[in-house]
């Protein structure tokens, strides 16, 4: 097994197989029940088998899927899509996050003549060769324009604005630092000002990368409440509850450099996952699934937050409450983390060791009561071991 | 609009959006129906709504699609192509063709610890920015360890071997040449062989592109019946029948080096396309759908060598029949092919005008004389105008 599915990443009771979802729970191929805070590593934002998705997906499918060109499901997503979000004026539409990340840069190094692209240092932007999180097979000049600052930290940021000097053509930084095994952070408005104006003076592409967080945070991208602006964003995972597509929105401005550029693929255009889009979104609104993964979030943080310490535990748990992170203190090697979801997961609650958790409209109140209930017992085990 | 699916690539006739397809035929959102000689670009080897494929497809989707690890279908599927691949002992999947040459490449690098990939001049690998075949937005690293020959010629390869020197990792080729607009050409044994012997003495990984012809010259890849085997074979297209994924497959002595690198998507471990790619490989044995391809491709070819002679034009009718290519002579700047194409699409085909056609099992005699009626008109037309 390979790449982010390999159950070599986990605790050992993790399944490497599942067998079946049905809303926010999950069974292994042995059988095993588990309610479920990875959801794909974030798409099920509807929960699983949603039927409202699989009904449209369902009367897409009895038409067509993969063609020759796009169904007019293309053009009612971008309509869909740019009106919702504020910085947008277009839309292009790719497969995975990787797919439209790349894009994303394609088009600012188009639109700008330029190379370099700024990169926080350990945010994940997808699996090419530019970013991956991995070494093996990559070589210098995969990244050889590629400088890097840390979030937040703006003498990190001048220094790479000044490295990268007249050849830059872009940054591209997630909503919030969501990196792998460490607290969360939000954006911090002072930083997000400053990237902002830099990028306007030196004429370089601000790219924010949603495609973890689009449609968790609020509908019309992760900033939307920010005085701050990019110039593209990038989606995938939760705007169509599982179906493979991603998009990359953007401004009037850049729409002709899109234009010139050459990015495709086979499946990019297919019509399913275009209609589960549309009906992804179009119920988010209708149900205002912001407000409802926010409620589950609210409810799981402040159970296991009250459980950690009831059982004795400094823990951090970082994050919006839709995509929150539980980090043990004193834990440097993640070990407690470990032993945590493999309690867990013996419980019954399906929890990324050190990958932030979603939660979906389907985690009602009573799917989070009974997934605490696993996650005290957890947390009693863990007890009993320290 | 953006990619390969752009209708302005196309005569102005041709529509930018289809509505639905059913076996061999499709129509488009003004309700003109056509018989389709470009099937997505490759991928429906059965034809459009396979009852076999999309039963196989929805008994997965009721139990799942995209999880947070893969079904056992990974298994099935990965265990049903390496049996039927001599050269591949392990396979690992991915979404699109382009996601799957390039993690070739990557693993190529790991394998060796070199960087340089030998890559056909004008061969399409897909729309990363080391292969796309735009130039907007890449940059020269994009393609600094890229090094160029030309097919079937051996100077230019061995002047490609000598450029790469001791940083060679490996070499990338399709089955047969099938360029843009060109000729089709199989491959020079000659020239094959003295490709793998290269390989052999400079410790450099052969990667042979079957994405385009995969399952439709020979089930166990493109080059089964040549004396000649690759290290890797990549996949894509015609294995699932319009459902999105690719394959990498690789000798033993690669799986080490495959086991290192972190090449990943959200979507690549996805349950329902494995099942429609079992369905259709299955499918496809079962119906010996490569010989349906080649009877389909026979009598196509006959019609419109037949037709163009009695029309007066001189054509090359070129590549595998399951895959043709039909050029004008003395039209360099393809107005002839452009016209043809145009006149084809009003009298009910569709044809691209550049690049190779494909057939599927579901073009049955009775569909290819159907459509060789139109292109008769088609023909006539042209000979009036010129």
């Known amino acids: ?206 790219i924010l990368d949603d495609v973890r967080c689009g449609m968790r945070l609020e509908m019309g991208s992760s900033w939307a409440n920010l005085d701050v602006q990019p110039d593209l964003s990038v989606w995938g995972k939760a705007i169509s509850n599982g179906y493979p597509v991603s998009a990359i929105l953007g401004r009037d401005s850049l729409r002709d450099a899109a234009a010139t550029i050459f990015s495709t693929g086979t499946f990019w255009f297919a019509a399913v996952p275009m209609a589960a889009a549309i009906a992804t979104i179009q119920e988010l609104r209708a149900i205002d699934g912001v407000r409802l993964q926010r409620r589950a979030g609210d409810r799981l943080r402040a159970g296991l937050v009250a459980q950690a310490q009831a059982h004795g535990f400094d823990v951090s748990y970082t994050g919006p409450s839709q995509m929150p992170y539980l980090r043990f203190h004193d834990d440097p090697e993640h070990q407690l983390s470990f032993a945590f979801s493999a309690a867990a997961l013996d419980n019954g609650v399906y929890l990324h060791p050190r990958h932030n958790w979603f939660v979906s409209t389907a985690h009602t109140d009573a799917v989070i009561d009974r997934a605490l209930e696993g996650t005290d017992r957890a947390f009693a085990t863990l007890a009993a071991k320290s």
Chains 1, 2 share one sequence.
């Open 1 to 206: 097994m390979y790449g982010h599915q390999r159950a070599g990443l986990f605790p050992s009771n993790f399944p490497q197989f599942l067998a079946s979802g049905d809303g926010a729970l999950i069974r292994d191929v042995d059988g095993r029940e588990f309610v479920d805070f990875l959801l794909g590593y974030g798409p099920m934002v509807l929960g699983y088998q949603n039927r409202v998705v699989e009904e449209a997906a369902q009367r897409q499918r009895e038409l067509a899927d993969c063609q020759n060109a796009p169904s007019a499901r293309m053009v009612e997503l971008a309509e869909l899509m740019v009106d919702m979000v504020d910085h947008a004026q277009w839309a292009y539409f790719a497969k995975n996050g990787t797919d439209a990340t790349t894009t994303a840069l394609t088009i600012a190094r188009a639109a700008t003549g330029r190379a370099k692209i700024l990169v926080e240092r350990a945010s994940y932007h997808g699996a090419a060769p530019w970013c991956t999180p991995g070494t093996a097979g990559i070589s210098a000049a995969d990244r050889a324009n590629i400088r890097y600052f840390d979030y937040n930290d703006l003498p990190s940021l001048r220094a790479a604005f000044d490295e990268a000097d007249d050849d830059l053509a872009g940054v591209i930084i997630t909503p919030f630092k969501h990196n792998d095994g460490v607290d969360q952070e939000l954006i911090d408005p002072a930083f997000a000002r400053e990237l902002r104006a830099t990028c306007d003076r030196k004429g370089a592409v601000l």
